[in-house]
């Protein structure tokens, strides 16, 4: 029994070691444990991260999105809120009408060729609201470019075969300052109908206002050619001559312009502009005149006048020109400064005042053309 003890004792002893190194086991297994559910609660929180994130970007996109299909709604706003307007029968370029040949029916595509594009979604929506050639017409009447080139790119999204569309298109762009735009739509227009006046008319007019001249002689020169008989192709080419410095090219072809249109008051003060640089004063009266009696509330065209009569002695009626300036135009500096100093002079003794009635009507020997049109009051 004492063996027993003894061995029982030795027994107990082992016992407990085991037990020992359970405990430590254990122990051990409870802190990995601790680390591992640690570690797999920091993993969560970075899956939640990434979750964020995204819904972050999510809602970045959504905000995007949403502010996408607000401008959206105010640009077919302002296509439609002036849809009460009274529809205007022609296009009008300056105080020219432009008929459309054709109106097609809306295809719902959105053209990629027809110059100042939005978004594809904003051009999307505005597609989904048809725009009506007169609609879009009544922007550009009312002088609101930006809107005519919103309502214009819809209306050739919609009719993208329409060469009138285009045309229309590049005459808003035109007018709102897009020389780029401008040159894509009415190329646009010329690739539908190659013979389309107006748009080499005023894609001549584009060019020249980017200075590129050479080029818009090429267009206005195609336009001159398919319709001869219209005076402003040959005023918009006397003007391009005149930037070529072909000076002798670009009185003839305002005369031209003046046979074809005797009432083309701007072809008069262009020639009578080219007169007074060539320091051909009494040249410059006729076409000044008769520009002046048709158009009386021209600023420009009355200053030109007055430095014409001012270097040809007759300061009286250079001072009532200049006068008549400042009150189409009381900002105008070059007619006040010429105004001080021509006020002060006077004429020659035995000096018979100048008639301009008679002065106008002389432009019909001056340019070669018929007696021209009766200018009423």
């Known amino acids: 029994m004492k063996r027993y003890f003894r061995y ?4 107990t002893g ?27 609660s920091n993993d969560k929180s970075s899956d939640t991260t990434r979750a964020d994130r995204t819904t972050s970007t999510k809602t970045q996109d959504h905000q995007k999105s949403s502010e996408a299909r607000t401008d959206a709604a105010q640009n077919k706003s302002a ?12 296009a009008l370029e300056a105080n020219e009408k432009a008929q459309p040949k054709t109106q097609l029916t809306s295809t719902g595509q959105v053209a990629t060729d027809i110059g100042p ?29 930006d809107s005519a080139v919103a309502a214009f790119t819809t209306y050739v999204g919609q009719n993208p075969d329409n060469a009138w569309g285009h045309y229309m298109l590049g005459l808003s762009c035109w007018k709102a300052g897009k020389l780029s735009d401008a040159e894509t739509a009415l190329r646009g227009a010329l690739e539908r109908d190659s013979d389309h006046y107006k748009s080499h008319l005023n894609l001549a007019r584009v060019l020249r206002d980017g200075d590129r001249t050479d080029e818009a002689l090429d267009e206005v020169t195609i336009a001159a050619t398919l319709s001869p008989d219209d005076g402003t192709a040959h005023r918009v080419r006397g003007s391009i001559l005149h930037d070529l410095g072909r000076i002798q090219d670009a009185v003839a072809a305002y005369k031209k312009a003046l046979v074809l ?25 006729a076409p000044l005149a008769r520009a002046t ?29 200049y006068r008549e300036a400042l ?51």
């Open 8 to 11: 029982g004792k030795r027994d």
């Open 79 to 90: 296509v439609s809120s002036d849809a009460n307007v009274a529809s205007v029968a022609n």
């Open 327 to 377: 009150m189409c135009d009381s900002s105008h500096a070059t007619a006040t400064a010429s105004l001080a100093r021509v006020e002060v002079l006077r004429e020659d003794p035995g000096y018979v005042a100048i008639d301009l009635g008679d002065v106008a009507a002389q432009l019909a020997g001056q340019i070669g053309g018929p007696p021209l049109s009766k200018v009423t009051e």
């Open 14 to 40: 082992f016992a407990q070691g085991w037990s020992s190194v359970a405990l430590l086991a254990f122990v051990g297994l409870f802190v990995l444990a601790l680390v591992t559910s640690g570690c797999g």
């Open 117 to 145: 594009m939005q978004s594809e979604e904003t051009a999307s929506a505005l597609a989904k609201d048809p725009v009506s050639f007169a609609e879009a017409e009544a922007f550009y009447t009312d002088g609101n470019y």
């Open 261 to 285: 249109n005797d009432r083309d008051v701007w072809a008069m003060n262009n020639l009578g502009l080219v007169h007074l640089q060539e320091e051909q004063f009494e040249q410059a009266l």
């Open 293 to 321: 009696l048709l158009r009386k509330g021209n600023a420009v065209f009355h200053n030109n006048l007055g430095t014409a009569l001012g270097r040809t002695g007759h300061y009286t009626a250079s001072a009532d020109s």
